[in-house]
């Protein structure tokens, strides 16, 4: 049952979250919500309203089992300035009979709202008003923890899956704004930090390759794109994005910078003191792209600060790296600060890593039921992931490295691409660009050619090295194909020809 409870939680759809917000906002007046505080709720009349997204607005948050944590971030517009307004938290509650629990929300650490959890499958809209200190900063972190137990839970093939609770995709910052918020960097805040690309069917070929350049630029600072159908007013044009581009390219420059060392506990999710029963883990999900380098993280500095149990037992800490252990230790007793030095072996890790740090209790149950004392544990902020001098070797590594050293880069398309098409070429063509490299479209030669199953390309004569880089859709890892000279292309649904030498596209056949 709990596992079925977890799997409905996925099902959930997290698709068309701008339509199902205006959807949810417009209800506001209608349905009985939860209202947090004693501050009056956001008066609409006459104002400018902004509505504003979680980063990722697409990723399912969803808290399994009792205790849960999840966190996310909503980005402030900062050319429009927030006056007042609210969070809004849509979510979905799965929770089986006997549970008693909370789904508590937190903003910046602070305790800010608590919803109880009842039996059944329930949906429920929460607000709480937000004050000016939350304006402060540019960013709101958000955590959302289940807390709680089920009696008898610990007897049955459902422990720890007593509740299942969805944060869904329609929950947003609802914020009065001092001005219309209309500048391109604030609409890609408002969309959760992604870009959204307008994709009509009449726009030229050449128009087309920008935009799919420019998202590709937005996609190596972090910013997703969406490829959107049509003409709209709620997506951006070739010079809006170009104009937006510095701002981000700034920004995550600063972030890389400032990242390494890596922390791990400062906010969010994994950032203070921890209540349970028999263990916690905390996770924290990190990519080597993160450094600008791109060096591989070597050592993990763990700090925690551990509670005293029952009858002077110990703990078990474990590390995990991708599903494989790194180090576990038994700690005294009387040892209520651990710290160790893990190392990170270099063969285990790949371009978006999880770490994983479990403390358990080694506490002997007297009963069945028995699941032990409440226990409290702490992962330190000065906890912190440390780079060597290793670099990171991808599998187009190589194929970038030829590509840094053209100085320019000239892309072409031999045929037209779907919203979604154009969407995944984007996030290809951003994986393979290098940096401080020129690049434009040309629409009579290229070294960098977008292809689709549409376009069969037999082979390319007298033309030097040639590589198809593609994305497995199994595991949805780039891979890059050299290509012998005269040779067929393999069968491919979207890939990116590299010729550094260059190709007349009216040569290809397609």
Known sequence: ??????????????????????????????????????????????????LVYRSNPDHPVILSGLPAYQSVQFNLPLDARPTSGHLQVDATL????????????????????????????????????????????DQLVVSFSLQGEGPGSSCSRNEGLEAVVEIETTSLLVLTLDRTLETPRD?????????????????????????????????????????????????????EMRNALPFFAALGSDLGEAEWPKALAQSGTNAGIRHFYRRTTWRERYDVRDDPAMKIPETFDLHLALGRQMNAQGWTVTVVLNNRLVHQEIVAPDHLQFEASVSLPEEMQTTVNVLEVSVASPHLSTG?????????????????LHHGDTTFIDPIGDVRATLADLGRLKVGMVTDFSASDA????????????????????????????????????????????WLVTRDPATLKLGAEFIQEGSELPRHSLGVLVVPNGVNLMDLAG
């Open 1 to 50: 049952m709990g596992f079925l409870l977890a799997g409905v939680a996925l099902l959930l759809s997290t698709t068309g979250f701008l339509d199902r917000g205006q959807h949810y906002f417009g209800a506001l007046t209608q349905d009985q919500n939860l209202v947090f505080e004693d501050r009056r709720a956001v008066e609409t009349s006459g104002e400018d309203i902004g």
């Open 94 to 137: 799965q929770v089986l009979d006997g549970v008693e629990g909370v789904l508590r929300i937190s903003i910046d650490g602070a305790k800010r709202g608590e919803l109880l959890l009842r039996p059944g499958v329930v949906e429920r809209t929460l607000q709480i008003p937000l004050s000016p200190t939350d304006f402060v900063r």
């Open 187 to 239: 609409r890609v805040h408002a969309w959760g930090n992604l870009t959204r690309v307008a994709w009509p069917d009449w726009l030229q070929r050449e128009e087309r390759i920008r935009r799919l350049i420019l998202a590709a630029q937005f996609e190596r600072y972090g910013i997703q794109s969406v490829m959107v159908d049509g003409h709209s007013n709620d997506a951006l044009t070739t010079d």
């Open 368 to 384: 069945e039921c028995d699941i032990g004392p409440e226990l409290f544990a702490e992962l330190l902020p000065t906890s912190r």
């Open 423 to 466: 969407q995944a070429m984007s996030e290809m063509l951003g994986a393979l660009l290098p940096d401080a490299v020129a690049v434009g479209p040309n629409s009579e030669s290229a070294n960098i050619i977008l292809t689709s199953s549409e376009n069969v390309i037999s082979s390319l004569q007298n033309v030097g090295p040639v």
